[in-house]
């Protein structure tokens, strides 16, 4: 009778132990990281920073964080910070400023400034239509519900027609990139 060889197993992967998305220790620390993410936003940190700076991961900060940011508590927390931060009448003046950007446009011929031009900012003016009307309840992000071209139109007829024109565009540009 002959031996039959020893198979040898191989090595088995160790199955993960810690559970894909950590929870924070407790409430009180999952709100002070929340606070903190906030803060971190109003300041002008990108989402990632702010969430590495409350704590986060360096390599899942930007992927936890636009969760947090959609929690209903975070929400909560994030318009009750910015009215403590920002009063509406310096938000109102910061719209309206952007409303009327300008920019300076130079021109230039064989290397050397020949004239420079203070024109309207259109990009700039046509993000904050959108923004304005997102604000108000007269746009909702299409990826929520699905473009409605007739509210849009409707939406766009109340604006100047430079504005109007502009965010016509950023909405071709936007739909183009998805039908690909």
Do not use: N, W
Request: net charge positive; charged share 30%.
């Amino acid at each position: 009778m002959s031996e039959c060889p020893k198979i040898i197993p191989k090595k088995e992967k160790r199955k993960q132990v810690q559970p894909k998305h950590h929870a924070a220790k407790s409430a009180p620390i999952a709100l002070a990281r929340r606070k903190k993410i906030i803060e971190g936003i109003i300041e002008g940190k990108t989402q990632a920073q702010a969430g590495i700076d409350a704590g986060l991961s360096p390599k899942t900060a930007a992927t936890q964080v636009p969760q947090i940011l959609k929690e209903p508590a975070t929400r909560k927390t994030f318009r009750q910070l910015l009215d403590e931060q920002i009063s509406d009448s310096t938000l109102s003046k910061k719209i309206d400023s952007l409303l009327h950007a300008k920019e300076t446009k130079f021109f230039a011929e064989r290397g050397k400034v020949i004239d420079q031009r203070e024109v309207e900012a259109l990009s700039i003016q046509a993000d904050m239509a959108k923004h304005i009307t997102k604000l108000k309840g007269y746009l909702v992000d299409k990826s929520e519900i699905g473009l409605d071209i007739t509210a849009v139109e409707l939406i766009l007829s109340a604006l100047p027609p430079e504005y109007a024109e502009a965010v016509r565009k950023k909405l071709f540009t936007i739909g183009k990139k998805e039908v690909k």
